[in-house]
Structures are given as C-alpha cells and as structure tokens.
C-alpha cells in the first residue's frame, strides 16, 4: 500500500534554531500534504494544506513565516520550523493523499516529535 | 463548538468486556467518516471507514446517523492489544483534509 517516509522521527534542538521536517511520498505521487501538530492529550491539529507546485494554505493562527512549507515535487514536501521556541515542541505528522484512491486514502508518516531547549 | 466530539474517556475495562465510543460532529456538509487509532507517540492508523447501513469488521462494528449526525465504534471482547486512543475522524469531500476529534483513551485491564 501507500507509505509516506517522514523524517526525522524525533528531534532535539536549541531554542532559535531551525528544523526542517521531511514527507516522501514511496509509492504514490501526493499532490496535496497536510500537515498536523498534536500536543498531548490534544487532538491533531491541522496547520497547512500543501499542493505541489504552489504556496501552501495555512490555518488560522499558524505563523506562515516560522513554518515554512514547501512542495516542490510530488513525491516531497517539507515543513520547516525556524527559529524554534519551547512552545513549538510538539508532535508533528504528515498525510497525504493518494492521487488515484478516494475515499481511504489518506496516508500518514510516522510523525516528528519535535522537543526545543 | 468543536466539530468533532468525542467521549472525554478514559475507559478502563477488563478483558472480554464490550466498550462503546461515541462521536458527534457539527457540519452536516461531511461526506467520509473513520475511526482511527492511534497508539501512543505513533502515528494514528485507519481502523475502519464508517457507512450509512453500518459496518463492522470482525469484534470491531461502526454505527453512522446522519440526521443525528452521530458516529458510534463497538468493540466486543476487548483485547489487552486494543488499548489505545480510539480517534473520530470525518472528511467534508474527497481532497480535504481529515478532522479529527480528540479521542478516546481505551485502556483494557488483564
């Protein structure tokens, strides 16, 4: 079936920094990629819908200028988080949809745990 | 209003019991409606699609009302391996993203 690689799986890093997050769709080609945030105990909460080839629409309250998507292919998308803080530790996944299957077809990386110190 | 609600939970029951999960959600615009489980620090996996005329899936039964606009999730004989946090999931049309509720934590007891 589909599988989406999403890497890295858990990362530490100093506050300020950057982290770049990165979905690889294997077998399919995703135009389009969400991707969530969970903190725990909540739910997953959606940032931004990505497409390929085109600026990425966020939700309301995600900060476009500290987590910047690109989707410069169809098997790539990447989420970057600069300039870090405490706050933004959280869990962050990746679906993406199969371009040939409805309904059942949301593929999803194994997540990011993202811890800032 | 959240758009999807769930059960606050958590459910503790003992091995062999039977648990229910139920789920509400807001838009009557929604088309596709799942039950995921996620189990913890992983990502949440499809555990089964949810229909109209009902489906069920071995000790797994999902229940929809539309015009309740209600989601159900049966176990039977719950399994030590089926403790997790039990998702309510639904979809407005084909290339939106999925909305999740906050779930529901089943922990079964040996």
């Known amino acids: 079936g589909a599988v989406v690689s999403q890497h890295p799986s858990w990362v530490i890093c100093k506050s300020g920094t950057s982290v770049k997050i990165e979905c690889r769709s294997l077998d399919f080609q995703a135009t389009t990629m969400f991707w969530y945030r969970q903190f725990p105990k909540q739910s997953l909460m959606l940032m931004a819908t990505?497409?390929?080839?085109?600026?990425?629409?966020?939700e309301q309250g995600v900060e476009k200028d500290k987590f910047l998507i690109n989707h410069a292919s169809l098997t790539l998308s990447t989420l970057t988080v600069t300039s870090a803080h405490p706050e933004d530790s959280s869990f962050y996944i990746c679906?993406?949809?199969?371009?040939?299957?409805?309904?059942?077809?949301?593929?999803f990386g194994s997540g990011t745990r993202l811890t800032v110190v | 209003r959240k758009e999807v609600e769930q059960d606050p939970g958590p459910f503790n029951v003992p091995e062999g019991a039977t648990v229910a999960f139920n789920c509400t959600y807001s838009?009557?615009?929604?088309?596709?409606f799942f039950w995921y489980r996620q189990d913890c620090r992983k990502e949440p996996k499809l555990l089964m699609s949810?229909?109209?005329s009902g489906n069920e899936d071995g000790r797994f039964t999902a229940q929809l009302n539309r015009a309740s606009q209600y989601i159900s999730l049966l176990i039977r004989d719950s399994k030590l391996s089926d403790s997790a946090t039990y998702l309510c999931v639904v979809s407005y049309s084909g290339n939106t993203p999925l909305v999740f509720g906050k779930g529901t934590r089943l922990s079964v007891i040996a």
């Open positions: 949810v229909y109209s």
């Open positions: 990505s497409n390929e080839g085109s600026k990425a629409t966020y």
């Open positions: 838009n009557s615009a929604s088309q596709s």
């Open positions: 679906s993406a949809r199969d371009r040939g299957v409805y309904l059942d077809g949301y593929t």
